[in-house]
Each structure stands twice: as C-alpha cells, then as structure tokens.
C-alpha cells in the first residue's frame, strides 16, 4: 500500500520580492514540502530501501530524522522545552535514520507533521533577532534567523540524499 495520504504535495517557489523572515519561511517550507514530494507514493517498504550499502539511510529515516531536527530546534533550543527525542535513545542515538520492519510512513509522517506545526507556533512568537530560550547541546544560544538557516541547510542536504534515494528506489528522477 502506498502513502496516498501525501500524494503530490504542493510545493511553492519562494516569491523574490519579499522580506527577509517571509523569504527565510518560505524557503524552508519549500524544503519540507520537497522531502514529502520525494516519499510521495511509495510503499513503506520502499521507503525503508537503504541507499547504498554500506549506508543504511533511507526516506523512511530521512522523515524521521527531520522530525527530530525539527523537534530539536524548535522546541529544545527555541522554545527552551525540557522534552525527550522521538526516535533516539541512549543505545542508538541514530534510531531515527535505523529504521526497522516495524517503523512505517504513518506514524513517521504524522510526527514530521506534528513537529513542524509546533515549529510553526514557537517561531510566530520571536523575532529573527531573539535568541531561543534553550541552549543547544553545546551550550550555545541561537537566534531565530541563525535557527531558519540552519533548517533550509539541513533540509537541503537531506533533500540532495532524498532525490539519489528515490532514484534507486523507483528510478524517478526531478527537482
């Protein structure tokens, strides 16, 4: 069974006549809405297909691990939330990306969605200038701005492994 719940999301390219913040949010919805386009349609065992080996990463791992930068972000490092991490645990700190028969889009999906709502919510509440309320695990306060960037970052490079995924797994190929 396929995941027809995300069929053809709709992508919209950032308007080039806009301020900073709306281009900075629009360019990481743009992102997300590029990961869901690239999961679109396939099986949960196609999405669990390992790129390459050695590698074991795979779309399924790429939601998941989105859910949890989102997770981690936003609310650990923004809204300074004392909150646990979806996939990861003392013994797999990667368990986000090591996904088993048992993991499927569903669930994945939801949580990805879930996460980037609150995302949505604490970001509507700070300036691009306001540091976040937590401290990342280095220590180090972060501004929204640096926070936005950061994320079109991470989402682009995962997006660049996405598109090599999806072509093994099914051979389509696009932006």
């Not at 399924?60 to 691990?65: A, I, N, S």
Request: glycine letters at 8%; hydrophobic letters at 35%.
């Amino acid at each position: 069974m396929t995941n027809d719940h995300t069929a053809a999301p709709e992508r919209v390219w950032p308007a080039s006549d806009t301020g900073e913040r709306q281009a900075l949010e629009q360019w990481l919805e743009y992102h997300r809405a590029t990961l869901a386009v690239k999961c679109a349609g396939l099986t949960d065992e196609q999405l669990r297909t390992a790129s390459v080996p050695p590698s074991d990463l795979n779309l399924l791992g790429l939601v998941r691990h989105m859910a949890e930068v989102e997770r981690g972000w936003f609310r650990k490092v923004l809204g300074g939330e004392e909150t646990a991490w979806l996939y990861a645990t003392d013994e797999d700190y990667d368990r986000d990306i090591h996904t088993t028969e048992g993991d499927t889009y569903e669930e994945a999906y939801a949580a990805w969605q879930e996460e980037i709502a609150h995302a949505r919510e604490l970001a509507a509440k700070y300036s691009l200038d306001d540091l976040g309320a937590g401290a990342h695990r280095s220590g180090e306060l972060f501004n929204l701005r640096w926070i936005y960037l950061h994320m079109i970052e991470e989402y682009a490079r995962h997006n660049g492994h996405a598109d090599l995924i999806r072509e093994r797994v099914d051979g389509a190929t696009g932006d």
